[in-house]
């Protein structure tokens, strides 16, 4: 197994990966500094060299955050423009457009994509100026649209986190019972509850491809102990945690083909990255030299590469890139 730390954008600080398409070409942020200040930006890299993403504002400062991008290269994140204020935006040769309803004017204050498919469709939630989080999906053609939530009269709180190919959207949302659950959005039957393992308790998804969904379940009062789930059709499936008595959490991020992965809690504290293939649990370890400290994958391709983040010698995160 080949493990890269990707670095940082000026060689210190913070960074991390959260997504990886069939090119090889991965995306995140990094911290760096801007005329004297330090700034989180948007992050590309291409053979493993780090490019910044544009920024929204005309004089190159706040933030900007990337968590997806599909096979033809569209990187979808979020930017703060000069108000500060939060924006779901797409990079187009690397300078960042706002994904806005289609009158053209913001859903709200604030707003982040998390994802993009093959034909562009986005997602992921804003503020809809009630003080409520909405679930959305963006496409060139309707603009910016919520997708409501699980609760009969659609109150409360959604998130979309991922899209498949086919259109099939995934996150959370608040149900009628109060708890958050996983949700799947198709154009034909909406929002259903992907539901829990007991029919009870919280779970959440994070990543959908041809059919099987990722992310994890805990019973009632115990997200301390919360596990990775994959809901694959009418099959729903679990894993424990490294740790030898099997306690402690789980959760998985992405899904590539047969392979899941995410972070676990290990028997030293913390947690590890993980791949989860043919029911094996495999641990990504870290890019400490003694392989201590914490690290979490966030998404693979169907070759082999999985990218997150890892602690490093010295304390930081750096985003890193596994190949397995």
């Known amino acids: 197994m080949e493990v890269v730390d990707l670095g940082t954008l000026d060689g210190r600080g913070v960074s991390e990966a959260t997504d990886v398409n069939t090119r090889g070409i991965i995306v995140g942020w990094s911290e760096t500094v801007v005329e004297g200040a330090q700034f989180v930006r948007a992050v590309q890299w291409e053979d493993d060299e780090p490019t910044a993403l544009g920024s929204l504002r005309e004089d190159g400062l706040g933030d900007t955050d990337a968590t997806g991008i599909n096979a033809r290269g569209t990187v979808v994140g979020s930017a703060q423009d000069s108000d500060w204020n939060w924006n779901a935006v797409q990079w187009v040769d690397d300078e960042p457009e706002r994904l806005e309803a289609?009158?053209?004017?913001?859903?709200s204050r604030d707003s982040h994509a998390t994802d993009v498919n093959a034909r562009g469709t986005v997602v992921g939630h804003f503020d809809d100026g009630d003080s409520e989080v909405r679930a959305f999906q963006w496409t060139e053609r309707d603009g910016m649209v919520s997708l409501g939530t699980l609760r009969?009269?659609?109150?409360?709180?959604?998130?979309?986190?991922?899209?498949d190919d086919d259109g099939t959207i995934v996150g959370y949302s608040v149900g009628n019972d109060g708890r958050t659950h996983a949700f799947q959005w198709t154009k034909r039957e909406g929002m259903t509850d992907l539901g829990t393992l007991s029919g009870d308790g919280s779970?959440?998804?994070f990543d959908v491809q041809t059919g099987a969904v990722v992310g994890w379940y805990a019973e009632d009062g115990e997200f301390a102990n919360r596990t990775t789930t994959r809901w694959d059709g009418e099959t729903l499936d679990s894993i424990g945690t490294f740790r030898v008595d099997n306690t402690g959490y789980s959760q998985a991020y992405g899904v590539a083909g047969d392979v899941v992965v995410g972070a676990s809690q290990v028997d030293a504290g913390g947690s590890h990255a993980f791949v989860w293939v043919d029911d094996r649990l495999i641990d990504l370890g870290t890019l400490s030299n003694d392989d201590t400290g914490q690290s979490s994958a966030a998404a693979a391709n169907v070759q082999g590469r999985v990218v997150g983040w890892s602690q490093v010698d010295g304390g930081n995160n750096h985003a890193v890139r596994w190949t397995w």
């Open 102 to 107: 289609r009158s053209g004017e913001s859903r």
């Open 203 to 205: 779970s959440a998804a």
């Open 152 to 163: 009969d009269d659609e109150t409360g709180r959604s998130v979309a986190t991922a899209v």
